[in-house]
């Protein structure tokens, strides 16, 4: 079964946040292929990142039709399919496809497959190119589409389906937990969301590192119980050794020293990267490491299984307002170029997500 989607599309980098109306042809619709008519998709600093060419090494696939934070309700299912019924709300997140058959797949870790398919700018297996969720529908094998809970407001799953997933899985597998101190580097739609996280699901205690202390009030009522404006004289030095572990969500490299963010964690404390800057790469000298005997690495994503259980533990928190930190946008030209424009500019407290979708696409 083929089909024709609608969506917002980027037609050339120049033109990155003037997107128009494109059609386009999706892949063949398999056995275990959910269809989903999309009513709410967030917007993630990949797109924007996506929508410019900023990152280099990558094949843009115009139209560009992007985002991956997509909640919708199933209305059709593969013959195949087990999991999900026509009428389901479902969320999709930023991947759509792998083997499901590797040593990856096949223990939890299906994000790291190599042969991943993203939910926008991939190509599929047959050739087909994927795209996102600025548009009417969207057609994605069943293990990558999940039940969003009753009590998560579709603008307020959208988010958790790439910010949110992001972040917990990396707090999730490196011990975040009551009694440990917990780092987060940077307060934007990625920064928010472990804060909530970190402080309000895993019960740890939060810092929060920003370049000033502007962000400082916010930083406070998202649940974090210390604030370190990074460009104040001898900020680190205070804070020597004494985070278990640091989740780096910055979007920027420029001026970033990491051996000083280092240098706040306890003997083999982890500095975990999720951000993914277009500006260039991290300098880290080796004897910071020998220091404290700390490790660097990065996560990605998360797989279905954390997907689900974050979900859940989202919809079962009595602590988290999420709705107090989503502004929602009503899909159109118009309003997505402010939106674009204004993320861009570092213009929103925490994350934008486009509704209003019947309005747009009938």
């Known amino acids: ?21 494109v ?11 959910i269809d989903i008519k999309i009513e709410a998709c967030g917007i993630c600093s ?35 399919v087990s999991s999900l019924k026509v009428g389901d709300r479902v969320g999709v997140g930023a991947q759509s496809a792998s083997c499901l058959q590797c040593v990856d797949c096949t223990n939890d870790n299906e994000q790291y497959c190599t042969k991943s398919v993203g939910t926008y700018n991939s190509v599929y297996p047959d050739g087909s190119i994927s795209r996102g969720g600025y548009a009417s529908h969207a057609r994605v094998h069943e293990h990558f589409v999940f039940p969003i809970p009753d009590a998560l407001p579709s603008h307020v799953a959208g988010p958790l389906m790439c910010a949110g997933i992001t972040v917990y899985s990396p707090l999730k597998r490196n011990g975040a937990a009551k009694g440990k101190k917990i780092g987060v580097v940077g307060l934007g739609g990625l920064g928010a969301h472990c804060v909530l996280f970190a402080k309000h699901i895993f019960g740890a205690e939060v810092t929060v590192f920003s370049r000033t202390n502007a962000k400082k009030e ?12 990074t460009s104040e004289e001898g900020a680190f030095d205070k804070h020597f050794r004494e985070l278990d572990l640091i989740v780096g969500t910055a979007n920027s490299t420029k001026g970033f020293d990491l051996n000083k963010y280092l240098s706040t964690l306890k003997i083999n404390g982890r500095y975990v990267s999720v951000g993914l800057p277009a500006d260039g790469s991290f300098d880290v000298s080796t004897k910071t490491f020998l220091r404290n005997a700390c490790y660097m690495g990065s996560s990605l994503l998360g797989s279905r299984k954390e997907i689900l259980e974050m ?23 118009e309003n997505a170029k402010v939106a674009l424009e204004r993320m861009h500019a570092n213009d929103v407290r925490f994350r934008f997500c486009f509704v209003d979708y019947d309005k747009e696409f009938n």
Request: glycine share 8%; aromatic share 10%; net charge negative.
């Open 1 to 21: 079964m083929s089909a024709e989607f609608k969506g917002l599309g980027c037609v050339a980098s120049d033109k990155w946040s003037d997107l128009e109306t």
């Open 23 to 33: 059609s386009y042809q999706v892949k063949p619709f398999g056995p275990h292929d």
């Open 46 to 80: 990949s797109d924007l990142h996506t929508l410019k060419a900023e990152w280099g090494g990558r094949k843009y696939n115009y139209p560009l039709v992007v985002g991956h934070e997509i909640v919708g309700r199933v209305i059709s299912v593969g013959p195949q």
């Open 218 to 229: 916010d930083a406070m009522k998202l649940g974090a119980d210390h604030y370190i404006a």
């Open 311 to 333: 979900l859940e533990a989202c919809a079962q928190s009595t602590t988290i307002d999420f709705d107090h930190w989503v502004e929602k946008v009503p899909i159109n030209k």
